[in-house]
């Protein structure tokens, strides 16, 4: 018998493809609801460091999309947590595994319901693993989500993580949102 998850998860990979829009860049790889499918693909599939600068993994929700617009995340925002470039050869993926199983093991305890998804974007200027939950407004929340990422990330002090709303981040393309939110 399979060790059944509390959410079904599907994990989306997005490699900008110049004859497609971005929305049709984001392809399902996978979804999964037991641990022991969780392994199998996350075994199955290249390490984020692997990947090419430019490329995304997003862990969502089942029937969520890993983008701003999705009725589900439009009224919500993101932790995030900016790596410096050497971090991608030490940290990066470490940071990206204990990510994921804190989402399928919904760590959050009762701010789970919070939780929309992860993303870890792959970038030449630094990577970045972000955690979006679904209403930008619900502060306490949103505080203890980003207490629960910082301890059990094990996140320097020095190492500060902002929490933006998309709706911020949508008109702010290219350069980053401002802060709602820091712990
Ligand atoms: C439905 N739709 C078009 C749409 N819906 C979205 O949800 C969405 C986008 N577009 N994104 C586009 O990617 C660019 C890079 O953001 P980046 O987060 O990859 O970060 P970098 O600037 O590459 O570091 C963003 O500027 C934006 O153009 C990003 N994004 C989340």
């Given at each position: 018998?399979?060790?059944?998850?509390?959410?079904?998860?599907?994990?989306?990979?997005?490699?900008?493809?110049?004859?497609?829009?971005?929305?049709e860049?984001?392809?399902?790889?996978?979804?999964?609801d037991?641990?022991?499918?969780?392994?199998?693909?996350y075994?199955?599939?290249?390490?984020?460091?692997?990947?090419?600068?430019?490329?995304d993994?997003?862990?969502?929700?089942?029937?969520?999309?890993?983008?701003?617009?999705?009725?589900?995340?439009?009224?919500?925002?993101?932790?995030?947590?900016?790596?410096?470039?050497?971090?991608?050869?030490?940290?990066?993926?470490?940071?990206?595994?204990?990510?994921?199983?804190?989402?399928?093991?919904?760590a959050?305890?009762?701010?789970?319901?919070?939780?929309?998804?992860?993303?870890?974007n792959?970038?030449?200027?630094?990577?970045?693993?972000?955690?979006?939950?679904?209403?930008a407004?619900?502060?306490?929340?949103?505080?203890?989500i980003?207490?629960?990422?910082?301890?059990?990330?094990?996140?320097?002090?020095?190492?500060?993580?902002?929490?933006?709303?998309?709706?911020?981040?949508?008109?702010?393309?290219?350069?980053?949102?401002?802060?709602?939110?820091?712990?």
């Amino acid at each position: 018998i399979k060790h059944p998850l509390q959410n079904e998860w599907t994990m989306w990979f997005f490699k900008q493809d110049s004859t497609r829009s971005w929305e049709e860049s984001q392809i399902v790889v996978a979804s999964f609801d037991t641990v022991e499918d969780f392994w199998a693909l996350y075994n199955h599939i290249e390490l984020a460091s692997k990947l090419k600068t430019g490329c995304d993994y997003s862990l969502f929700k089942k029937g969520i999309k890993p983008m701003w617009e999705d009725t589900r995340n439009c009224a919500g925002g993101r932790w995030i947590i900016n790596l410096s470039k050497n971090q991608r050869a030490t940290e990066l993926d470490n940071f990206w595994m204990e990510m994921l199983l804190l989402l399928i093991g919904e760590a959050f305890d009762q701010d789970s319901e919070e939780v929309c998804g992860a993303v870890v974007n792959v970038r030449a200027k630094g990577d970045k693993v972000g955690v979006w939950t679904r209403d930008a407004q619900n502060a306490a929340g949103i505080l203890k989500i980003g207490d629960t990422l910082r301890r059990r990330l094990n996140i320097p002090h020095n190492i500060q993580i902002g929490y933006q709303a998309h709706t911020d981040s949508m008109v702010k393309a290219g350069s980053t949102a401002k802060n709602r939110y820091t712990v």
